[in-house]
Each structure stands twice: as structure tokens, then as C-alpha cells.
């Protein structure tokens, strides 16, 4: 080894020590949560998703038994039947249990979906920002023609291709969402690719591979983590869209299919209507808060 | 003068670029129905009840679709050159005319939203910016962060409930007055009427998009020094912010604006469903069902083309903000 | 009586005190220099002049006495009488202070339109004339660029027409030539100069260069730390700067006689910093001063008059240097 990369194996080590006495010294760590709990958005929105999150995790134990079982008389309002506090469908489906039960086929989708177009958004995203050239303008041009294909069209086509499963549909939602997590790793890793800690590591020789995964990425992620959020929120309200349209696990309970069963009694039952989408805004406003607060805890800036 | 010459090197540059992703999406599109499982003959087939493996080969034989994929492909390329999309076995029409008969009502749904999202987004994002960290601020905030969270469809399906269903006051099914043969001021009056639901619904998501957009660039150029400079110079504060903020607050909404096309247009899909609205995205949603590919096909193809045709008009708007653009 | 005089004036953002206890005064047709490190207070100073102070600064005390009214109580409306008629400004960074999507003309245009009943013609006119006065080239057909058609130092001349366009009694002009090359920097100055003779206005020069100051200012004040620390004559203040800050500001410069007026003289080679005063008792320079005395870690020194015009915020000093005059005389 030369001098000159024995010295810049010694910055390396300096900054990854740095880095790691960073992450190990307790206080450090103590402001960083500090300043999560201290954010009221952040909090708002942790605290509306963990119940969302306990109620998907708990459905089974809350509600047990098929919620797409008939077990009341047809078409109960809230508050009618103390049994039922939500009321019944026109099938006499408890909403209640439909409800609960919704929150772990949105969840699900929304998180296979989000990690779906994460990965493949970061592939792309890495390999055209970090070698640029022709491998970027090719991939560019990919994200382009997904980008300008209408999305939800698109997601309707794929859902088409293979059967209405759950896989199905958060593998289309994946798919039809990776250009702008891809379009954010470019940028990110253009303007990493030049640091002085690449720099060091490339000219030790360490694979390109290496120098993605280990020096750029980690540095890469905190607007990342932010679109991710948004990424489960964005697909949440996909997936409501499909099931309202029938395009969806017929021995599942979604939200956007409670949706769709209650339009046929829209001028008399709105409730039925109106209760999913209320626990579809809320579990999407909660991630929306989430990524909101994320965006003010990692990329700090001074707004009045 | 300038002006005519920006825009035009601007049209030019667009339209070079817009060239390779209209083939790239004409290849991608066709590959990916080649991926469908079933085709028109088997519809026809199961539909009509005779389902003989001849009467199979000899719908397939007439289609087309006994051909190797390459040879579909070339076959559809040479037809899209003499602007031909294609037969609609099913509907038993060409399938140019059938989008052409639901283009005009996809354009005007889609341009009346756009529309109202970026008129209310920036009237919002404006209001939100100019009181930043004060109540209007803070209420109108979680108004829009509601509206960012909710479903359009669903928003939609609310506003059925209140305008046409409590109120009476809007309908919430089709385009017109069915049978109804108006003429003149009543004519516009009752397409008018039809519009506004479905546009809210559609617009809903983005003019909360476009608020928080607005809100943060409009905080973002109180910080330049060109503000200070206008200050300086005695001008009103709200002048100050017509003239000199909103525009360069403009540059990057218009820039999301277009990148959110494709959204908007899949969103048409469930809106033009739920209200009934004779446009593309629910012959798209009816052809998906029926299995009908050519008929899809040119839908997503030409849902692809309106988006890149919007895309240059938006490239344009942006060339009329921002001088910098197109200049030599 | 003064043009415009800045009385106690202290301004506060939230976490630290930026100028304190600031007063001087300009008087009609001169060039006063305002001169000290980045971060001093100059600029806050200036702002609060015309009251554009960003949102969260907070002006604890002080008046701002324009022909004898106090701008401090002026309404918001009264206020954008003053600004760009009576007092305008000329910032530091030409690239950032012109707004990049309106042409120049429509920029310049716009000042006068709010000052001057005239026609759009009128102005359109009038804008030509000025950008031939700030030796523009091709006014007529310069008018219709944008600023990013314009070299850096053409756009300070814009900048210069807008602020002259109507007439100011005072021109603020903050760091004009900081963001300049050094021939630039030179013409620029001129011009100012130049105008403020035909225009028979005062300039207030906010610079770090002492070359600049030397060359074009009648009267310099020296800040530190939020404070005024010296005021006098260009003359006298050359010849001998009185407070310890103000000589390492000098010795810092290579050479005063040569040919160095725009040599970028750096003030930070004096040792230690500003940030060093932090949280001290006392003379806010005593960290860094050659000369300190115990007392001058007790209170910090307000400006003693030594002779005509010309104050220092040093006791130490000024015994010193009377002691010296004392003994040769």
C-alpha cells in the first residue's frame, strides 16, 4: 500500500470511528430522541399509527371470527345496537370488525408496497447516480416512461396481469411507485459521490459495491426515510382506490371494498361510506404526520 | 420578441426528448399486456357460450393474435404510424374512434382539476405562507393535511352525500342531463353543474399537494435577497408578493405540477367511475375487465401522450416564469 | 441639524444582542463609512435604518431621526414613503439582489412608479436615462434584459440606478463591491462617488475594506462587537487610530501608502476573535487587546470625546495618547 492510501486509510478510519463514537456516545443519542419526542407532529402521528398498527396486530383477538360473516340483521345504524356500536352493513357484517380487520390488509399492502418500490427505487437510484453516464441516462429514461405512464392506470393493469391477491396488488403499487424514490437516491448520491470519504475509500480500492452499500447509502437515507412514510401513505390510499373497484382479495376485508359495498346504499346508509374513509384518512394522516415530523428532525431548517 | 424565441427553442428541445419515451412507452405497454393471462377470444369464447377449440383458432386468427409477439408488435407499430390503434373485437369498433368518442371528456375533467388544484393550492399555500407559524397558518395547515390524507374518491362520495343526496343541489351521475336538450348559457350551465363534483373529488389530493408546495417555497423566497431589495424600494407588501414572491414561488410548483400528471390521470380512473363521467380512464377500467387489449392498449397509450402533451404546455408555462430557461 | 441621525439604537435577536447602544449621525452630502469584521452588526444597523430588519430581530431601544422625525414611529405606510425615495439601498451580493424573472427595466421602472405619478412611457424613459447615468451600454436595449444577461458588476450599476432613481438624500450602500473584482470594485465606487456629488446625497459605506474607506469616505466608524468603538475624521483616523481595535485593523493592512486600496485586508488577523467577547464583562475587545487592564474587564467603555468629532470607546488609550502628547508638548 502507498503512502498516500495508507494516509487516506487512516481518514477513513477516522471518520468511520468518528461516525461510530457518534452513534455510541450516549448523549448524542439522548438529544437525537430528545429531539423526536420533543417534536409534536412526530409524536401525533406515532401515537395514531401505533394504534392503528395494535389494532391490525390484535384483530384476531379484538374480533374473532370471519368479519365477512353475517352477524346481525342488515343495515344496524351506529349507536342503534349496543352489540354492533358501529353499526351493520347491508349484509349485517359487523363494521366494527370490518374496520378492524381493514387496518391489517391496508397496513400490509401499504408496507409490502412501500418496500417493494423502496428496493427497486434504490437500485435504480443508486446505480444511475453513483456511475452516471450512459448507465444514468438510461435509467432516467426508465423512470421517465414510468413517470409519465398514468400510475394508477398502470397499477390497474398489473393488478389485471396476475390474480387480485394481496401479493398481486402491493407488487403493482411497488412497481408503479419506485421513480421517485429512484429519482431521490440519484440526487443524493451525485451529491455523495464527490465527498472526501468516497473519495478515500476508492482510491483504497474497495468494490464499488462496497462503497454503495456501506459509505454512500448510509448517508443517503434520511430524505429516504422521509419518502418511505409518504411511500406506505401514497399506497394505503391506492390500494383503498382498487378494492373500491373491485380489484381486490375477495376473502379479505379492505377498507376501500367496505367503501365500495356501502355506495349502493350511499342516499340511505352514508355511514357505511363514510366510516372506512374516516379510518383511511386517519391511518394515512398518520404516516403523513410521521413523515412530516421525520422531514423537521432530519433535515433541520430555520422556518419562522 | 425574446420571448417567441425562448419558447420556441424551449417547444423544440421538449419535443426531441418527448420522441424515445413515446416509443419506449408504446414497446413497455405492449410487452406488458403480452403478460395478461386470457385474451379477447377467450372472452368472446366464454361469453357466447361456444368455446370449440376451432371457433378459438379462428377468432384468434382473425385478430391477429395467433402471430409470434414480434410480429404483433411490428404489426401494431405499422398501423400506429397510419394512426391505427387497432379493432375492438369486443365492442366490435375501432378503437381510435372509441377513445376519440372519451378523450374530450377525460381533457375536460382532467384540465378543470388541475386547474382548481393549482388556483387553490396557491390562494392556500399563499394565505399559509403570508401567516407562517400563526393561526390562519396552523388551521388552514390541518386542513390541508386532512385533505392530503383522505382518499379523493372518497371525498367525492361525502360530497354526493351533501350536495346531491342532503342539498339537492348538485347531480352526481354522467356528464349532462340526459334527454334534456339544452342549448346556449343552459347548456354550458348544466356540463358546468356535472363538472364540479367529479373535479373536486379528482382535485382534492393535489390542491393540498400544491398548498404545502406553495407554502414552502413562498417561505423559502421571503429569506432572498431580491425581497429585501423590493422592500427597499417602498412598495406594498402585498404588491411585493403578487410581483416578486409568487413568481419565483411559482418556477418549482409548476415543475411538481408536471410530474404529478401521471397521478392525476390514474385518479380520473376511480373518479370517472364513481360518477359515472364518459372519459378514458373508466373505458380503461371496462376494458381491463373485459379483457379487451387493443382497446387498453391505446387507452394507456394515449393516456400517455396526454400526459407528455401536458408536460410540454407545463415546460412552456415554465419558460414564461423563468426567463433563465431556453436562453441561449 | 443632521440628515439622518441614529440614536441609542440596540437591536436583539433571539439568543444575542447584535448592535448595542449604537449612535452617530450623517450629514447631508458626506460618505460615512461604517466599517468593521462580518457579523459585527453593520449590516443590522443598516436594515434598521429603514426598518427592514428580518422578523425575528427586535429593536430593544433607539430612535432614527430622518430631517428630525423618528422612523421608529412611523407607520408602515409613512414608511414606504422614506424607503427608496428619501433613504435606499444597495446590498452586497449582486447576483441574489435583483429579482431573476422581472427584466431590468420593469425593476427600475417600478421605483419610480411608486414615487412619481408618470406614465409608463414616462418611466420606460426615465430608466433609460438612468442606466445611461450608471454608464450602462446600449440602455435602450439593456432595458428588456434580465439580470442573468448582466455581468456582476453591471448589475450593481442596476442596482445603483434603482437606488438613485428617485432621488434619495441618502444612499446605504452594505458591502456594494465586496462580491466584485478588483477592477470592478474601483469603477463601482467611482460611480457612487460620482453620483453622490451630482445628486448632492449622503452615502453610508458599509465596507471591511480600509482601502475603500480611505479612498472614498469622509468620516469612519469603526464597529466591534455591536458597538461603535471609534469615530473620527478620514485625516485623522489614518494618520492615528486611536483604539487598539482600530490599529490592529491597520496593522493588519500590508501597506497603507502603496498602491493597496483594494488589497482584500482581512480584519481577522487580528489574534483571537469576536466570538471570544462571548459571555464577558467589560470591553467586548479585551480578549484580543494588546493594552488590557484589569478595569477593562469591569465595564465595557463608552465613546469619550478626544477632540472635535472624534470619539473612542478606550480610556486606556486616550490616556495613553495624551500622556504622549503631554510629554512632546
Redesign the interface.
Same mark, same amino acid.
Given at each position: 500500500m502507498s503512502v498516500q492510501a495508507e494516509k487516506l486509510a487512516d481518514k477513513l478510519a477516522d471518520a468511520k470511528l468518528a461516525d461510530v463514537g457518534n452513534r455510541a456516545a450516549a448523549p448524542r443519542k439522548g438529544r437525537r430522541l430528545r429531539a423526536f419526542l420533543r417534536n409534536p407532529t412526530f409524536v401525533a402521528g406515532v401515537i395514531i399509527l401505533s394504534f392503528f398498527v395494535l389494532l391490525a396486530l390484535f384483530a384476531d383477538v379484538l374480533f374473532p371470527g370471519d368479519p365477512l360473516d353475517m352477524v346481525g340483521p342488515p343495515v344496524l345504524w351506529p349507536g342503534e345496537n349496543a352489540e354492533f356500536p358501529l353499526g351493520t352493513d347491508s349484509l349485517g357484517r359487523d363494521v366494527l370488525a370490518g374496520l378492524v380487520h381493514g387496518a391489517r390488509a391496508s397496513l400490509l399492502v401499504g408496507l409490502s408496497a412501500a418496500a417493494i418500490g423502496l428496493a427497486i427505487g434504490m437500485v435504480v437510484g443508486a446505480a444511475a447516480g453513483f456511475f452516471g453516464g450512459w448507465i444514468d441516462t438510461l435509467l432516467m429514461r426508465v423512470v421517465e416512461l414510468f413517470q409519465t405512464t398514468p400510475t394508477f392506470l398502470l397499477v390497474v393493469v398489473i393488478v389485471a396481469i396476475g390474480e387480485p391477491t394481496m401479493q398481486t396488488i402491493a407488487l403493482a403499487i411497488g412497481i408503479a411507485s419506485w421513480p421517485t424514490v429512484a429519482r431521490l437516491v440519484r440526487a443524493q448520491f451525485r451529491s455523495l459521490r464527490e465527498a472526501d470519504f468516497v473519495m478515500a475509500a476508492r482510491s483504497l480500492g474497495y468494490s464499488n459495491l462496497r462503497i454503495i452499500a456501506q459509505e454512500i447509502l448510509p448517508n443517503a437515507l434520511p430524505p429516504v426515510i422521509v419518502a418511505a412514510s409518504v411511500m406506505i401513505a401514497n399506497a394505503i390510499l391506492t390500494e383503498a382506490g382498487l378494492s373500491f373497484l373491485n380489484m381486490r382479495d375477495p376473502n379479505l376485508v379492505s377498507w376501500g371494498g367496505m367503501i365500495g359495498a356501502g355506495r349502493d346504499l350511499l342516499r340511505t346508509a352514508w355511514f357505511l361510506t363514510a366510516l372506512p374513509g374516516v379510518a383511511i384518512a386517519a391511518a394515512v394522516l398518520s404516516l403523513n404526520l410521521v413523515g412530516d415530523g421525520l422531514n423537521e428532525i432530519l433535515n433541520p431548517r430555520s422556518e419562522? | 420578441m425574446?420571448m417567441g424565441r425562448r419558447i420556441a427553442a424551449t417547444l423544440k428541445r421538449t419535443a426531441i426528448h418527448a420522441l424515445p419515451t413515446v416509443l419506449g412507452i408504446i414497446v413497455l405497454d405492449f410487452l406488458l399486456l403480452q403478460l395478461m393471462p386470457g385474451d379477447a377470444a377467450d372472452v368472446i369464447a366464454s361469453e357466447s357460450g361456444v368455446a370449440t377449440a376451432e371457433t378459438m383458432a379462428a377468432l384468434r386468427q382473425r385478430f391477429g393474435l395467433d402471430q409470434p409477439v414480434l410480429t404483433q408488435l411490428v404489426n401494431f407499430l405499422s398501423h400506429l404510424a397510419q394512426f391505427d390503434l387497432g379493432f375492438s373485437p369486443r365492442y366490435n369498433m375501432s378503437v381510435l374512434d372509441m377513445i376519440m368518442t372519451r378523450l374530450p371528456g377525460t381533457v375536460l375533467l382532467m384540465v378543470t382539476a388541475l386547474s382548481l388544484a393549482l388556483v387553490l393550492g396557491i390562494v392556500v399555500g399563499s394565505v399559509m405562507a403570508a401567516w407562517a407559524g400563526r393561526w390562519p397558518d396552523r388551521a388552514l395547515s390541518v386542513v390541508v393535511l386532512l385533505f392530503y390524507s383522505m382518499p379523493g374518491f372518497w371525498v367525492g362520495l361525502m360530497a354526493i352525500v351533501l350536495f346531491s343526496v342532503k342539498l339537492g343541489w348538485l347531480p352526481s351521475d354522467g356528464s349532462m342531463t340526459v334527454g334534456a336538450s339544452l342549448t346556449g348559457w343552459a347548456f354550458v350551465a348544466d356540463r358546468a353543474k356535472h363538472l364540479i363534483l367529479p373535479a373536486l373529488a379528482l382535485a382534492s389530493f393535489f390542491i393540498a399537494v400544491y398548498a404545502r408546495l406553495v407554502r414552502a417555497s413562498m417561505l423559502e423566497v421571503q429569506r432572498? /435577497?431580491?425581497m429585501?431589495?423590493?422592500?427597499?424600494? $417602498?412598495?406594498?407588501p402585498f404588491f411585493i408578493q403578487l410581483?416578486?414572491a409568487l413568481?419565483?414561488a411559482l418556477?418549482p410548483v409548476t415543475t411538481v405540477a408536471g410530474m404529478h400528471l401521471g397521478n392525476l390521470l390514474g385518479g380520473a380512473v376511480v373518479v370517472e367511475t364513481l360518477f359515472g363521467w364518459p372519459g378514458m380512464g373508466r373505458l380503461a377500467l371496462e376494458a381491463v375487465l373485459a379483457r379487451d387489449f387493443s382497446v387498453l392498449l391505446g387507452v394507456l397509450l394515449l393516456s400517455s401522450l396526454l400526459v407528455i402533451i401536458a408536460n410540454v404546455l407545463i415546460d412552456l408555462l415554465h419558460a414564461w +416564469? /423563468?426567463?433563465?430557461i431556453g436562453?441561449a | 441639524m443632521s440628515l439622518l441621525a441614529v440614536e441609542n439604537l440596540t437591536v436583539a435577536f433571539p439568543g444575542h444582542v447584535a448592535v448595542r447602544e449604537v449612535s452617530f449621525a450623517i450629514e447631508p452630502g458626506e460618505t460615512l463609512a461604517l466599517v468593521g469584521e462580518s457579523g459585527c452588526g453593520k449590516s443590522v444597523t443598516a436594515?434598521s435604518m429603514?426598518r427592514?430588519l428580518p422578523?425575528?430581530a427586535r429593536v430593544v431601544t433607539g430612535r432614527i431621526l430622518l430631517d428630525g422625525a423618528d422612523l421608529m414611529a412611523a407607520s408602515p405606510a409613512e414608511?414606504?414613503?422614506?424607503? $427608496?425615495?428619501k433613504i !435606499?439601498?444597495i446590498?452586497q451580493?449582486p447576483m441574489? !439582489? +435583483?429579482?431573476?424573472? +422581472?427584466?431590468i427595466g420593469t425593476q427600475i421602472g417600478?421605483?419610480i412608479r411608486?414615487?412619481e405619478k408618470v406614465s409608463r412611457r414616462t418611466a420606460r424613459a426615465r430608466c433609460i436615462e438612468l442606466l445611461d447615468l450608471v454608464s450602462i451600454p446600449d440602455a435602450h436595449r439593456r432595458i /428588456?434584459d434580465?439580470p442573468?444577461?448582466l455581468s456582476g458588476g453591471m448589475r450593481q450599476r442596476v442596482?445603483i440606478a434603482?437606488a438613485v432613481a428617485c432621488g434619495p438624500k441618502l444612499l446605504i450602500a452594505d458591502e456594494p463591491t465586496t462580491a466584485l473584482d478588483v477592477t470592478t470594485q474601483a469603477q463601482v465606487l467611482d460611480l457612487l462617488d460620482d453620483l453622490r456629488r451630482r445628486l448632492s446625497m449622503a452615502v453610508l459605506l458599509i465596507t471591511h475594506d480600509l482601502g475603500v474607506v480611505a479612498q472614498w469616505a469622509d468620516r469612519i466608524n469603526v464597529m466591534y462587537a455591536g458597538r461603535i468603538v471609534e469615530q473620527a475624521a478620514i485625516r485623522p483616523f489614518f494618520a492615528q487610530p486611536m483604539h487598539p481595535y482600530s490599529r490592529g485593523l491597520l496593522g493588519a493592512r500590508v501597506d497603507v501608502d502603496a498602491d493597496e486600496h483594494y488589497s482584500a485586508s482581512r480584519l481577522s488577523e487580528i489574534p483571537g476573535s469576536v466570538g471570544s467577547a462571548a459571555g464577558e464583562a467589560g470591553c467586548p475587545f479585551a480578549p484580543r487587546c494588546p493594552m488590557v487592564e484589569t478595569s477593562c474587564r469591569v465595564v465595557p467603555p463608552s465613546l469619550l470625546a478626544f477632540e472635535a468629532g472624534r470619539r473612542v470607546a478606550c480610556p486606556v488609550s486616550l490616556q495613553a495618547v495624551t500622556l504622549e502628547a503631554a510629554r512632546h508638548g
Open positions: 419562522p | 425574446r432572498q /435577497d431580491f429585501r431589495t423590493a422592500q427597499a424600494k $417602498g412598495l406594498h410581483r416578486h413568481r419565483n418556477i +416564469l /423563468d426567463p433563465r436562453a | 436594515f429603514m427592514l422578523p425575528n414608511m414606504r414613503e422614506v424607503r $427608496g425615495k !435606499s439601498l446590498q451580493e441574489t !439582489s +435583483l429579482n431573476p424573472v +422581472l427584466s417600478e421605483v411608486r414615487h /428588456d434580465y442573468h444577461n442596482m434603482m
